[in-house]
Nanobody
């Protein structure tokens, strides 16, 4: 399974971020996988943002829930992340990851990772 993130790179404060995680080599609706968005800000650790399950259920970090939406397109085998009202502190590398175990635990190992996409929030 391969995951490929893509996005705009540079976003202005208060704008909306839309990221795409394109999945190949496996279906996002099978194998009981959880498709997860994780980010890492400069000089900080990994932050679990949210996930969407193989059945379409969504889960969010409490601290980001009000600004974040995760969705999917099963025909395109793609998972999406949308985050509203971007702030400079949202500058980070955003990763898509997948694993059959659902967990928000820091340090969890994931079966598959994308290479990450840099998002910079700046005017």
């Amino acid at each position: 399974v391969q995951l490929q993130e893509s996005g705009p790179g540079l976003v202005k404060p208060s704008q909306t971020l839309s990221l795409i995680c394109s999945v190949s080599g496996g279906s996002i609706t099978t194998n009981n996988y959880y498709w997860t968005w994780i980010r890492q800000a400069p000089g900080k650790g990994l932050e679990w943002m949210g996930a969407i399950s193989y059945s379409g259920s969504t889960y969010y970090s409490p601290s980001l829930k009000s600004r974040t939406s995760i969705s999917r397109d099963t025909l395109k085998n793609t998972v999406y992340l949308q985050m509203n009202n971007l702030k400079p502190e949202d500058t980070a590398v955003y990763y898509c990851a997948a694993d059959p175990e659902f967990s928000t635990r820091l340090g969890k190992e994931y079966a598959y990772w994308g290479q990450g996409t840099q998002v910079t929030v700046s005017s």
